[in-house]
């Protein structure tokens, strides 16, 4: 991703729904609708489960809805698909926690991803059932929660 789309403010929707005709032109409908510019599509159908699946992010720049209008706005659309929809917003970065175990490599690939605005969220929790990565999370200002765990415990400590 270059320095210009990352500087770009865009909404991305998440869809998945029944497949049925004309679902592209009614979404993307709705953001030329209000003055919105599609910068990013994605699309695919589940043939066996009947199941549309879109990812659509588009330029908030001379989008004539407020974006707390957004979601109630598409909803009046996705209801009558019986849709169901997420919302983001590229300038508000996900809180995420990483699950690791002793293996170092990708807890350290995602956050020097995520120092180097590479991987663009907040990381405050790491989370391992090993306590040799703890230094790591202190390293990066992420809290570290040990999860201890034993054959005895392990079902229980799995489903927390």
């Given at each position: 991703m270059g320095n210009r789309e990352r500087k770009l403010k865009t909404a991305t929707l998440l869809i998945s729904c029944p497949d049925q005709p004309g679902l592209v032109a009614k979404i993307a409908n709705f953001i030329y609708a209000n003055g919105g510019n599609i910068i990013h599509a994605d699309q695919h159908t589940d043939?066996?489960?009947?199941l549309f699946l879109t990812r659509i992010e588009w330029q908030l720049e001379n989008f004539n809805l407020p974006r707390e209008l957004i979601d109630p706005a598409f909803g009046a659309i996705a209801q009558p698909l019986q849709a169901e929809w997420q919302l983001h917003f590229s300038d508000t970065l996900p809180r995420i926690a990483i699950w690791v175990s002793k293996q170092d490599h990708c807890l350290?690939?995602?956050?020097?991803?995520?120092?180097?605005?590479?991987?663009?969220a907040e990381i405050p929790l790491i989370i391992s059932n090993h306590q040799e990565l703890k230094s790591v999370g202190e390293e990066f200002g992420a809290d570290f929660y040990y999860i201890p765990m034993t054959q005895e415990n392990k079902a229980e400590q799995e489903a927390k």
């Open positions: 043939f066996e489960k009947g350290f690939d995602l956050l020097w991803r995520q120092k180097a605005k590479e991987f663009l």
